[in-house]
């Protein structure tokens, strides 16, 4: 924390006195009438698919709730990830449009082939979302909660998952029905509108909503205007039976930036490098998820899944210096198909009880695209290929209750990978291919007292090699890695909650970046990271909690070297891995009169990045601090105020960097960001 600078200092105290200020009238009061958010209690399904308590899994575990959210004042999934210990967040051009999640060390353009994002369970990393995670195309008002789960849980999940998992769990509809009618309006133009229904009628539950956001945008040409509809329908088939069905539709249109110099940096981050730049996307997702209770300790699981992406881009390779070279991608079509069975069996063996997981998983990806060149103002031809993807799995999961105190996992996990590309204008190029993998997981959970656990595990993770914008190629070889974790989650007294996590991963085949033409995907050979996560709460009063948060990465190359432009051999062993920020503290404060008026003041800190390999360059670190008010007016209004980059810091969340130039190329964070709104429950 040493390396924190002066204003981030000065904003730390601000935070601290703020809630000096909160804390003061009611230093006496009880903490009992508030409840804690962080919650070791509360229950999670991602870690072990099964329904466990925070503190009953042996992984690192955080969780976001929908009221956090509304608190938060988010309009999108990036801002409330942004805040999520451990994940480091990309939000490439201000608006929740292009994202990159970072986790456990992998960052930069391969991170979201790292980390699985989920919707209800169901895996929405797929080839159509090119190099971004979809969470442009998630309503965040739809949202029950946020799963985290940190370390690789390829014994469960397969592939994308060497960095972990983020599970968002959609919002099942309650109680008598009721529509929220929410108007936002923001700096840059910003306008969000929402509309939600919901209910529960008998055997029916009902969710839906309906969200318009457009706006400007912080720098010239990142206007966007984006539609968010989601539905989900939970049907109670019988006492053993439910159907849960999902529907999500998106229509974005949204426009990019690009990166600038460091001289267009220092003179106006707010400027764009590249005016014409744009990128559409129309999705559309159904699942389905059936459930039945087959015997009293047993139950099965469906699912069914489909989506199709519709994709449009127009892009300015725009690393410096320019080079002119403009991708143009007219049409872009990624469907994906899937179905996935899984038992959970209760038994008891020599008196011993167990809890059995097993299923399998069958899943479809296809990606189609018509794209074009213009170098140097003349337009290559018409290329046109498409790519195949096919995922076999079989998974197994046994939870052993060993003793009172200690409770053992082991799971292991089959994937079949096949690959089929086609090019249609050079059938030279066409290739299949096939790789698979075992995935094994062992953990140990041990009680040391009735408010404390500890535990340990071990895991084997595997991603098949893949590039971002190809979902495949026969030039890579497949990343794996060996994680070891230990950690302990405590609740002492009724005001405080904590975890600690240490981990250390051994990479083989690590992806990164190509360092010459920062465009396209390499092994680096291998590559270890290991780290420190601290998650708390604390229960001040009963008006007042405050978070503290922190995290230490070290990502570091073990053997890596390659060649520069120039035939000269570069060596990065034991260098700093790129994109990767060591450290990362979040704190805030949390206010709640139990009257209607609710405030959040947080502060974010984020230490330096190297923008290459061989650590000659580095984008500086940066605080940035966050506030917000909500208050009842009535019953059924709610007025809301948020203030995002509350001091208007001028820092980049990513920036390239070429080498050969000693060029820096930007990608400028917003500025101070204010939205005010009015929501009205019928």
């Not at 966007?224 to 109670?236: E, I, P």
């Not at 999902?246 to 460091?262: A, N």
């Not at 996590?501 to 396209?520: E, H, K, Q, T, W």
């Amino acid at each position: 924390m040493k390396k924190m600078n002066q204003w981030g200092k000065k904003t730390l105290a601000l935070a601290l006195t703020t809630g000096m200020i909160f804390s003061l009238p009611y230093l006496g009061a009880s903490a009992a009438e508030k409840e804690i958010s962080f919650d070791l209690e509360q229950i999670v399904v991602t870690a072990t698919k099964t329904e466990k308590k925070v503190k009953d899994v042996p992984a690192s575990v955080s969780v976001v709730t929908a009221e956090e959210i509304e608190k938060s004042g988010a309009n999108n999934l990036a801002d409330v990830l942004k805040k999520v210990n451990g994940l480091f967040v990309v939000d490439l051009y201000g608006n929740g449009n292009d994202t990159r999640i970072g986790l456990r060390g992998f960052q930069g353009v391969n991170a979201n082939q790292n980390v699985q994002v989920q919707v209800d369970g169901i895996s929405v990393n797929d080839q159509g979302q090119n190099i971004a995670t979809a969470l442009g195309n998630i309503n965040v008002a739809s949202v029950e909660r946020i799963e985290v789960i940190k370390g690789p849980a390829s014994a469960l999940y397969g592939a994308n998952s060497i960095g972990g998992v983020v599970n968002i769990i959609t919002k099942k509809g309650e109680g008598k029905g009721k529509t929220t009618v929410t108007a936002k309006g923001g700096s840059f133009s910003g306008k969000d509108y929402l509309l939600t229904n919901s209910g529960a009628d008998n055997n029916l539950a009902y969710q839906f909503s309906y969200r318009k956001q457009d706006g400007d945008g912080y720098r010239k040409n990142s206007d966007y205007d984006d539609k968010l509809l989601h539905s989900r329908l939970d049907f109670n088939l019988s006492d053993k039976s439910s159907l849960e069905l999902l529907l999500d539709h998106s229509d974005r249109h949204f426009r990019m930036p690009g990166t600038l110099t460091q001289a267009q940096y220092d003179l106006d981050p707010r400027i764009a490098s590249t005016p014409d730049d744009y990128r559409n996307v129309k999705e559309n997702r159904f699942a389905a998820i059936h459930k039945s209770q087959i015997t009293n300790d047993a139950t099965l699981t469906n699912k069914f899944f489909y989506s199709k992406i519709d994709q449009q881009i127009r892009m300015d390779f725009d690393v410096p210096p320019k080079n002119d070279w403009i991708y143009h991608l007219p049409k872009s079509e990624g469907k994906t198909f899937g179905v996935e069975s899984q038992i959970n069996l209760k038994k008891q063996i020599s008196g011993v009880n167990h809890e059995f997981i097993t299923g399998v998983l069958y899943k479809k990806e296809e990606l189609s695209k018509d794209y074009f060149n213009v170098i140097g103002g003349v337009q290559g031809s018409l290329k046109s290929n498409t790519l195949d993807r096919t995922t076999k799995a079989l998974f197994l999961q046994d939870e052993i209750e060993c003793s009172s105190r200690i409770t053992m996992s082991a799971g292991l996990r089959y994937d079949k990978f096949d690959f089929d590309y086609e090019d249609h204008k050079n059938s030279n190029k066409n290739y299949k291919s096939s790789t698979n993998s075992f995935s094994p997981k062992i953990a140990l959970n041990y009680k040391v007292s009735e408010k404390t656990n500890a535990y340990c595990s071990i895991a084997k993770a595997f991603k098949p090699p893949s590039d971002p914008k190809l979902l495949y190629t026969n030039n890579l070889e497949p990343e794996e890695a060996w994680n070891y974790e230990v950690g302990v989650k405590s609740s002492p007294n009724a005001r405080l909650n904590y975890s600690l996590a240490l981990y250390r991963m051994n990479i083989d085949n690590l992806v990164v970046l190509d360092p010459i033409d920062l465009v396209s995907s390499r092994n680096a050979g291998k590559a270890h990271h290991q780290g420190v996560e601290l998650e708390s709460e604390y229960l001040i009063n009963q008006r007042v909690s405050a978070i503290l948060n922190y995290s230490y990465m070290q990502a570091k190359y073990d053997k890596y070297s390659y060649e520069d432009d120039y035939g000269n051999l570069q060596i990065a062993d034991k260098k700093n891995i790129e994109e990767v920020p060591k450290q990362m503290f979040i704190t805030g404060l949390r206010y709640d009169d139990q009257r209607g008026l609710q405030a959040n003041l947080d502060l974010r800190w984020v230490d330096k990045q190297y923008m290459d390999a061989m650590n000659k360059a580095s984008l500086p670190s940066y605080s940035v601090v966050d506030m917000g008010l909500r208050k009842k007016i009535k019953d059924n209004v709610t007025a809301s105020l948020n203030i995002f980059n509350l001091f208007d810091k001028k820092y980049a969340e990513n920036a390239h960097y070429n080498t050969d130039v000693k060029e820096y190329g930007y990608l400028p964070a917003n500025g101070r960001t204010t939205w005010a709104g009015i929501s009205v429950e019928f």
